[in-house]
T-cell receptor, first 113, second 112 residues
Framework: DAGVIQSPRHEVTEMGQEVTLRCKPI?????LFWYRQTMMRGLELLIY????????DSGMPEDRFSAKMPNASFSTLKIQPSEPRDSAVYFC???????????FGPGTRLTVL | GQQLNQSPQSMFIQEGEDVSMNCTSS?????WLWYKQDPGEGPVLLIA???AGELTSNGRLTAQFGITRKDSFLNISASIPSDVGIYFC????????????WGAGTKLIIKP
């Protein structure tokens, strides 16, 4: 198995632009998580999907952030409009069952100028 | 809210030394996970613990789920250069089936 796949690995954009991050979870996993990691705040859970349904989006910082999971093999995290304070590494993780044994992708390093 | 106290924050060791780090909480957890993160990569799951008192090994790594369900430790024996990185503990507490609580990480540095 290729593991969790994320794209792009790096994204540099200007303030105000729309950013879309993509994730392909491990096949057979029914839970998907989006995290954000910064030096100041560590790993923060943004949103959790179970069986493609958003269960908890309380970590999504603002309405500028949205996430979708149209099917079991694909999810997107969109930021519109982006701001410099959104600069961070965004990770997607998947697991077979909820919080147990989450497997992380390589992350997308986002820089908003 | 739920918190995990991970210590030490960083460790400077000589190659070949054994390493020990731990996480504690005032709350009860039903799962403990240990991850390692290399620069520019995502956290990699090292060991998962699901039962109080459980002791699990993965090569030179050994982790234990504390009997009180409020702590866990990770030991690395005979450290090698590739052990360098940041180690995170994460716990799944009793009232949730998905929300992991994360430690702040232990940065392992091997002295030249």
């Amino acid at each position: 198995d290729a593991g969790v796949i994320q794209s792009p690995r790096h994204e540099v954009t200007e303030m105000g632009q729309e950013v879309t991050l993509r994730c392909k979870p491990i096949s057979g996993h029914n839970s998907l998580f989006w995290y954000r990691q910064t030096m100041m705040r560590g790993l923060e859970l943004l949103i959790y999907f179970n069986n493609n349904v958003p269960i908890d989006d309380s970590g999504m910082p603002e309405d500028r952030f949205s996430a979708k999971m149209p099917n079991a093999s694909f999810s997107t995290l969109k930021i519109q409009p982006s701001e410099p304070r959104d600069s961070a590494v965004y990770f997607c993780a998947s697991s077979f069952k909820g919080g147990q044994g989450q497997f992380f992708g390589p992350g997308t390093r986002l820089t908003v100028l | 809210g739920q918190q995990l106290n991970q210590s030490p924050q960083s460790m400077f060791i000589q190659e070949g030394e054994d390493v020990s780090m731990n996480c504690t909480s005032s709350s009860i957890f039903n799962t403990w996970l240990w991850y390692k993160q290399d620069p520019g990569e995502g956290p990699v799951l090292l060991i998962a613990l699901y039962k109080a008192g459980e002791l699990t090994s993965n090569g030179r790594l050994t982790a234990q789920f504390g009997i009180t369900r409020k702590d866990s430790f990770l030991n690395i024996s005979a450290s090698i250069p590739s052990d360098v990185g940041i180690y995170f503990c994460a716990g799944l507490y009793m009232d949730s089936n998905y929300q992991l609580i994360w430690g702040a990480g232990t940065k392992l540095i091997i002295k030249p």
